[in-house]
């Protein structure tokens, strides 16, 4: 049997507040053709479009926490791909309360545009319809004959908080969602083909604002990629920049890592950065 193919793509690298170059929280996994899209945050349906996935060829959907920054798209990501003829229904995974979240923005928030839509005749409802698991324990969330997804919970901010590892044949993907500092981190990533992992900020930074406990540090990001072992690492979730007049913010951050982890390959994300994993 031939590997499969394994594709990541940066969909938004940037956190809460919009910076006109890096969307909200929101990456794709593609394996075989078969797309997982991993939280969809602020500009996530823009990006994808822009970056040439249509809405309506998500296959799976994974949600690490409500923090609004990873969640604001989804209501639109499943309103639009109904609105252009998505004909499955949408398996979306996330932490305890996705199911109220999307009840209540979707089916209520928008109830007035859905009955429009149905009296106008070019869809039916049940075609909007998604199923939602909630999250309860670590371990398999997901598996079929190509993939397994698996999870580890980390304290964030108070919030049912999900990291995400997949193993597709003998090639592993990490991708963490926001995290306070967690030694199981090590382990969660262990081998990681590719991680991507969140870097919000420095140490300096998260002295300076309220939030700052709820994040790890790029030292925090460099001894959990190198003691686990990562090859490709990827930094996400930049908070830092949007109270920073330097530009250089992300990069700096990145050179922390790489002092720390020098035998990984270390990236600052950026809107549309694509990794092919190699069979
Ligand atoms: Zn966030
Ligand atoms: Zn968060």
Known sequence: MSSPSVSVQIIGSGAVRALPHRGGPSYLLTIDGR????????????????????????????????????????????????????????????PKGIATFLESGVHQAYE????????????????????????????????????CVETLATAHAGLANWNFRITIGDKIVVITSDSEPDQRLVEFCRDADLLLIECSGTKAFYDSVAFGGWHITPEDVGQIARDAGAKQVVLKHFVMESFSEDPGVAESMAETVRGIHPSGEIYAATDGLEFTLQP
């Open 112 to 147: 007035a545009d859905i009955n429009s839509r149905i009296k106008h005749g070019n869809r039916v409802r049940e075609k909007l319809d998604w199923a939602a698991t909630e999250i309860t324990a670590e371990g398999l969330v997901y598996e079929n004959a190509t993939y």
């Open 35 to 94: 797309r997982l899209l991993f939280d969809c945050g602020r500009c996530a349906v823009h990006n994808l479009h822009r970056f040439g996935t249509p809405v309506e060829s998500i296959d799976e959907v994974y949600i690490t926490h409500l923090h609004f920054d990873h969640i604001c798209d989804l209501p639109l990501l499943l309103l639009l791909s109904w609105n252009n003829g998505r004909e499955a229904r949408l398996p979306i995974y996330g």
